[in-house]
């Protein structure tokens, strides 16, 4: 029969692994996400997923995007703070990174609701901000010969998953001054009575125009409106509120003000890109 007391020193050990690991789990973080301009066409998506892979296998990774426009590091940070609040505390990777290799930093900013891994060129704030505010900045420390190409897969990969797996900041690289990190400038926003101007932000997979003002600015404009003083549209709810080829204004799933045209593609309909100025007002 077995032994009582070796049973019972049995359990106890039991418990304390146990314990131990979810401990560890709590420490660290279950999910990775990553961004990215890489596309799918070729390998390099896989192989991040490979970097983390080795390190911290019980991590699950979310897949935000791959397509960012290339070197669009404007893009790449919109679409990541529009997308991180939706997701589990995660480890946000994101790369964009035009001056790879360069004496750009990369770093890891902490926020209440999770980290966020990648390079210093402004790409991470937004979605930092989103996710309450930048608490404290690490920049990683890189101790082994890595390719000046490929951060992605191997800095920024491997460092996101020994975060996941539990590491402390510090195994990771060294504290830095918040205020030093680098900021997009802010999109414009300019707002007066009857109208405002604001730049696009972004244009999605339909030819919807997203602009960086607030859908709470709608509120001052009126059902019937002028897009740049030569393109008619209508306030609404949904892209059925306005007719066939109409152009809509709304208020977007980000909570952004938008333009889309009800079976078409407000892009072409309005001829512009991210960057550009747009301008609403009510229709005299």
Avoid at 112 to 129: F, K, M, R, S, Y
Avoid at 150 to 163: I, N, Q, S, T
């Amino acid at each position: 029969m077995p032994d009582p007391a070796r049973r019972a020193r049995g359990n106890l050990s039991h418990t304390i692994r146990s314990k131990a690991v979810t401990f560890l789990t709590m420490a660290g973080y279950e999910w990775i996400s990553l961004t990215t301009d890489y596309g799918t066409f070729d390998g390099f998506v896989a192989a991040c997923h490979g970097s983390i892979a080795k390190i911290a296998p019980q991590v699950r990774v979310i897949d935000v995007t791959h397509h960012v426009p290339p070197a669009d590091v404007a893009r790449g940070a919109a679409v990541l703070a529009q997308t991180a609040p939706h997701l589990p505390p995660s480890v946000h990777v994101a790369v964009v990174d035009p001056g790879v290799g360069t004496a750009r930093r990369g770093v890891v900013l902490v926020t209440p609701d999770g980290l966020l891994v990648g390079p210093d060129n402004g790409l991470l704030i937004w979605a930092a901000e989103a996710l309450g505010g930048v608490e404290s900045a690490y920049e990683l420390t890189v101790k082994e010969a890595v390719s000046s190409t490929f951060h992605g897969r191997d800095v920024f990969a491997p460092a996101a998953a020994r975060l996941a797996a539990g590491a402390e900041l510090s195994d990771v690289g060294l504290a830095i001054d918040k205020d030093t990190l680098v900021r997009l400038p802010d999109p414009v926003v300019t707002v007066g009575d009857g109208w405002l101007e604001a730049e696009v932000l972004t244009v999605d997979r339909f030819g919807n125009v997203q602009l960086a003002a607030s859908g709470d600015l709608l509120r001052g404009l009126g059902s019937e409106l002028m897009i740049n003083g030569t393109v008619s549209a209508y306030r609404g709810a949904t892209f059925a509120d306005v007719g066939p080829g109409d152009l809509l204004v709304f208020e977007d799933s980000a909570g952004h003000v938008a333009i889309a045209v009800n079976n078409g593609r407000a892009v072409v309909v309005l001829s512009v890109r991210p960057g550009d100025l747009v301008k609403l007002a009510i229709r005299q």
